[in-house]
C-alpha cells in the first residue's frame, strides 16, 4: 500500500538557483490567465528547487491539473533547452501515446508564443525537430531507441516521463535504464566539466509509489515526491440502477435523453473501441440531426457480440490509485446511487441545452488531424459530444467536457505469457480508471458522471487497479533491446515491476531459435543487426534471411506490413448491422430494401478478398503483400476506400518501408547500394515460395500440423465440412492449460486459408499468433483456439530451416 510521502530535503535558500538562469517568455494573455489557475502552476517554485537539489524528482497530479503542458516550460524558462545557459541539452518529454505527444507539443508551443518554433515532436515517422528545438515531446518508443543509440543520453539536459501511470512496456523499461543513465551522467560530470547532470523527471497522475519510490533495484534512495493539489471541480457520480448488457444502445438512450434534459456543456463517452463509436456516433448523428428527439433504430453490436479487434487496442491501462481521494467532499467526487434519468442538475434549470450535437469521435487508428478536431471549439449552438476510447482517459484534456457517460468496459490485449495464448477482451476497466474517467468531467466547473453500471456491480467486478502492460505482453523484443545494450542478466534489470520467470525464459528460448542470442544467452551478431530495426525480434529475423531470390523489396514490405497494425477492415465493420426486430413485425419493403443493400456490400466485400489472393490462395502474408503492393501504385484514401483497407496503416508501412530500407542500407556493408523501390511488381511464383518459407523462418517455434490425416486423428469424430472446423496440432502444444482443453487449433475466418475446401487445407500452417475467444455466458461450448494463420509451408521447408540452411534452391 501506499505510505505517506517522505518529507522533501530541500535546502532552506534555493531560490538563488531558480534566478541563476532564466528565459524570459511572452505568453498571449488569455493563456497567462488560464494557466494561472492550474494548480501546477501554483507550485512552480517547489517544483523547480526540488529539480535543482536533486536530479531524479516524481510529481503527481491530478489530470488536468497542468503536468503536462507546464512542468516543461518551468525548466525551460529557467535555462533547461537554451544553447547559452549552462544547461543547453534539449528538455525530452515522453509520452505513451502518439496522439499526446502531436497535440501537447502544439499546446506548449502555442503557450509560449514567439517561442513556438521552440517546441517540438518526434513519433515514429514524423516530426518536426530542428537545431531550434528546446522541448522535444516523443513517444517513449523513441526515446528508448535514443537512449540505445548514447546510453548516456548527451543531447538531453532533462527528460520528462510522463504519464508514467499507465504503466506501458516502454514507459516502465525507460524508468528502469534511466536510473542507471542519470548515474552515468553523475559519473561522466565529476570527470568532465562541460557535460553536466541530467535531470529526470517522472510524473503521474495516480502513481503507485510503491512499484516506482521505494523500489530499491530502481532508487537506493526514493526521489522527493511533489504532490500538486488537485483543485478539480466537483464530479457528481451516477451510479445506473441496472447494469446492462448492451452498453452502447444503453449509452445511446442515455446520451439522447442527457443532451435533451442538460444544460449546456460538452459530453465525453467512454467506449471500446471503433466498431461501437462509428456506430453510436452515426446514431447520435441520425437521430438529432435536425435538433429533433431520437427515435432511430436501436444498434446491434456491444458486450460480447461486439465483434473485437486487435488493431483497436488502446492502452487499456491506467495506474494505480490506492489513495482515498474520493471519498467524499474533500475528494471531490461524490457518489449518487439515485437513478440518473431525470438528469436533475443541481441548481440549474433543465431543458436548456443546445439543440443540436457535434459528434467527434476519437480512438487510437483515426487520422492524426482528426483526432485534433476534438480540441476546437464546437459550432454555435451545438453540444460537443466526444465519443472516446481510453486515450481520453488520462493523456488528452478536451475542453469543455461537463458530464462524462462511462460504459466502464474497455476493450483489452490479454496475453498469457505461459501458453502464448492471446485475446481481445473486453471488460471491466478498474476503480482506479473508473475515478479517472469521472475525473475529466471536472475540469472547468461542476460536472457530472453518468455510469452505465451500478454502484454493486463497481463495488464487487471493479479491480482495484489494472495490471502493468508488461505482465501483458509477449517480452522478446524488450528481451533482445536490454542484451543490445549489454544487459547479460535480463533479471537483474531493475523492472518496476518485474514481468515473470517464464515469461523471460520462453522470450530467451525463442531468441534462440531466432539466432539473436547463443544458447548460453549472448547476444549473436546476427541479434545485435536485428536490434538495430524497429521491429519485433520475429520480423527482424525475417527480414535478415530475405534477400535470397532477390527477394528483399518484398521481405521489406512483407516485414512492414506484419508489423503494423491490421490493414484490413472486418466485414462486420463494412457491413451495416441489422436493427434487431420484434418478433411479430412484419418484413417491410424497408427492410427489404436494407438486406439488398447489405447483400450487395457483402458480395463486392468478398471480390476484393479474393483479388487480393490473386497470387496465392493460402497465405495471409501473400496476400498482405499483396495489397502493400497495389497501394504503392495507388496512395490515395479513395483507392483504400473502395478495397476496405486503412488508409492510415497503409501509408504507415509506406513509411516503414522506406525506414527500413535506409536502415539495411545504413547498417549492413553488403546492402550499401540498396535503393528504395517504392512501387513492385509481383513477385515471381520462385519469390513467392521463398516468402513463404522466410516467413517459416521468424515463426519456426509456430508451426502447426494437420492433425485429422494422421493415422490416429485425436478427438476427431466427423469429417470436417469447413476449412475452419480442420483440427491442427502446434509444435509446442502450450496453449493447452488444463487436462480436457482441446488441443487442436483451428483457422481464424478471417483468413484466405478459411475459404478453400477442407481437401486443400495444408499440411503444415505457420501461424503468428493464438487466440482464444471469450467463453460466452450464453453458451456451454467451449470457445475453439483459433490461429492468426500467416502461411502454409511444406514439409521439405521446414526440414531445409531445421537443418539451418536458410532456404531452399528453388
Ligand atoms: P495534466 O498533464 O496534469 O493532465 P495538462 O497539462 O495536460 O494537465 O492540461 C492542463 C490544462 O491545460 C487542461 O486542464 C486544459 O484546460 C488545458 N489544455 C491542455 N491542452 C489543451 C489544448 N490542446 N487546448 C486547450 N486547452 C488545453
Ligand atoms: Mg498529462
Redesign the pocket.
Known amino acids: 500500500p501506499e505510505q505517506d510521502p517522505l518529507p522533501l530535503e530541500l535546502q532552506p535558500t534555493t531560490n538563488v538557483s531558480r534566478k541563476a538562469f532564466s528565459v524570459a517568455v511572452t505568453r498571449p494573455d488569455d493563456i497567462q490567465k ?1 494557466r494561472l489557475k ?1 494548480p ?1 502552476v501554483a507550485d512552480e517554485q517547489k517544483i523547480m528547487e526540488a529539480v535543482h537539489n536533486n536530479n531524479i524528482v516524481v510529481v503527481k ?10 512542468v516543461p516550460q518551468f525548466l525551460f524558462e529557467s535555462g533547461y533547452g537554451s544553447p547559452d545557459s549552462p544547461t543547453p541539452g534539449m528538455i525530452g518529454v515522453t509520452q505513451p501515446r502518439r496522439v499526446a505527444a502531436v ?2 507539443a ?2 506548449v508551443g502555442d503557450e509560449l508564443g514567439d517561442h513556438g518554433n521552440k517546441v517540438a515532436y518526434q513519433i515514429r515517422f514524423e516530426g518536426t525537430v530542428g537545431p531550434q528545438t528546446a522541448i522535444k515531446f516523443m513517444t517513449d518508443g523513441v526515446l528508448l531507441r535514443e537512449v540505445a543509440q548514447d546510453i548516456a543520453l548527451r543531447k538531453y539536459s532533462a527528460i520528462i516521463i ?1 504519464e508514467a501511470h499507465e504503466r506501458s512496456v516502454n514507459t516502465d523499461i525507460l524508468i528502469g535504464m534511466l536510473s542507471r543513465v542519470v548515474k552515468l551522467r553523475e559519473e561522466l560530470a565529476l570527470e568532465d566539466a562541460s557535460i553536466k547532470p541530467l535531470k529526470l523527471i517522472i ?1 503521474s ?1 495516480t502513481l503507485d509509489l510503491a512499484d516506482f519510490r521505494e523500489n530499491k533495484a530502481l532508487f537506493s534512495v526514493p526521489p522527493p515526491l511533489l504532490e500538486s493539489e488537485g483543485r478539480q471541480h466537483k464530479v457528481i457520480t451516477h451510479f445506473a440502477r441496472k447494469t446492462h448488457h448492451d452498453y452502447v444502445e444503453e449509452a445511446f438512450r442515455k446520451v439522447s435523453k442527457g443532451h435533451r434534459k442538460l444544460p449546456p456543456g460538452g459530453f465525453l463517452v467512454f467506449l471500446t473501441g471503433q466498431n461501437e463509436i462509428t456506430h453510436l456516433s452515426k446514431r447520435l448523428k441520425e437521430a438529432f440531426r435536425s435538433g429533433h428527439t431520437a427515435t432511430g433504430p436501436p444498434v446491434r453490436i456491444s458486450g460480447k457480440d461486439a465483434p473485437i479487434e486487435a488493431e483497436d487496442i488502446d492502452f487499456g491501462d491506467t495506474g494505480n490509485d490506492n489513495n482515498d481521494d474520493y471519498d467524499d467532499d474533500e475528494t471531490h467526487i461524490h457518489i449518487n446511487d439515485d437513478d440518473d434519468d431525470d438528469f436533475r442538475v443541481e441548481n440549474e434549470e433543465p431543458n436548456t441545452g443546445p439543440a443540436k450535437v457535434h459528434v467527434l469521435p476519437l480512438y487510437s487508428l483515426l487520422p492524426t488531424r482528426e483526432q485534433l478536431r476534438v ?1 476546437e471549439p464546437p459550432p454555435d449552438g451545438s453540444r460537443l459530444i466526444v465519443l472516446a476510447t481510453n486515450v481520453a482517459e ?1 493523456s488528452l ?1 478536451i ?1 469543455g467536457i461537463r458530464y462524462v457517460f462511462d460504459s466502464g468496459r474497455s476493450k483489452e490485449r490479454k496475453y498469457d505469457q505461459a501458453t502464448g495464448v492471446q485475446s481481445f477482451e473486453v471488460g471491466w476497466i478498474s476503480k482506479a480508471s473508473a475515478r479517472q474517467r469521472a475525473g475529466r468531467a471536472g ?1 472547468t466547473g461542476e460536472g457530472h458522471c453518468y455510469c452505465l453500471y451500478s454502484s454493486a456491480v463497481y463495488e464487487r467486478d471493479f479491480e482495484d487497479r489494472a495490471k502493468p502492460e508488461i505482465l501483458r505482453m509477449p517480452i522478446e523484443g524488450v528481451v533482445l533491446q536490454l542484451k543490445a545494450m549489454n544487459l547479460q542478466h535480463v533479471k537483474n534489470f531493475p523492472f518496476p515491476t518485474s514481468p515473470d520467470r517464464e515469461g523471460l525464459e520462453s522470450s530467451e528460448k525463442l531468441l534462440t531459435y531466432l539466432s539473436a542470442i547463443s544458447p548460453t544467452g549472448q547476444i549473436t551478431p546476427m541479434g545485435s543487426t536485428m536490434s538495430i530495426f524497429p521491429l519485433s525480434p520475429r520480423f527482424a529475423r525475417i527480414l535478415l534471411v530475405g534477400h535470397l531470390h532477390d527477394c528483399l523489396p518484398y521481405t521489406i514490405a512483407l516485414v512492414a506490413g506484419l508489423s503494423a497494425a491490421d490493414v484490413f477492415i472486418p466485414e462486420n465493420q463494412v457491413i451495416p448491422a441489422v436493427a434487431p426486430r420484434e418478433e411479430d413485425a412484419l418484413f417491410t419493403n424497408a427492410d427489404r430494401i436494407e438486406e439488398d443493400v447489405r447483400n450487395n456490400i457483402r458480395r463486392k466485400f468478398n471480390k476484393v478478398q479474393k483479388d487480393f489472393c490473386f497470387l496465392d490462395d493460402k497465405s495471409d502474408a501473400i496476400k498482405l503483400l499483396q495489397v502493400v503492393g497495389e497501394f504503392a501504385h495507388d496512395p490515395t484514401e479513395s483507392w483504400c476506400q473502395s478495397h476496405y483497407v486503412r488508409f492510415k496503416v497503409l501509408k504507415e508501412i509506406l513509411q516503414l518501408r522506406r525506414q527500413i530500407t535506409d536502415l539495411l542500407r545504413t547498417n549492413i556493408p553488403a546492402f550499401a547500394g540498396l535503393k528504395f523501390e517504392e512501387k513492385l511488381g509481383a513477385p515471381s511464383a520462385t519469390q513467392v515460395k521463398a516468402l513463404k518459407q522466410m516467413v517459416a523462418a521468424g515463426f519456426i517455434d509456430h508451426v502447426a500440423i494437420r492433425a485429422d490425416l494422421s493415422p490416429n486423428p485425436p478427438e476427431v469424430r466427423r469429417k470436417p465440412t469447413r476449412a475452419i472446423d480442420v483440427p491442427y496440432l502446434t509444435l509446442f502444444p502450450s496453449h493447452v492449460r488444463n487436462e480436457d482443453d482441446d488441443k487442436a487449433v483451428y483457422i481464424h475466418p478471417s483468413s484466405p486459408l478459411a475459404h478453400i475446401s477442407p481437401q486443400e487445407c495444408p499440411e503444415y500452417i505457420v501461424y503468428s499468433y493464438l487466440q482464444r475467444a471469450a467463453p460466452r455466458v450464453d453458451s456451454e461450448k467451449r470457445p475453439k483456439t483459433r490461429m492468426h494463420a500467416l502461411t502454409d509451408v511444406t514439409g521439405s521447408q521446414l526440414a531445409s530451416l531445421a537443418k539451418g540452411t536458410p532456404l531452399i534452391d528453388y
Open positions: 488560464a492550474l501546477v497530479g491530478e489530470t488536468g491539473s497542468g503536468k503536462t503542458t507546464q497535440s501537447m502544439k499546446r510522463d510524473m497522475a480540441f488520462t484534456t475542453p475540469r
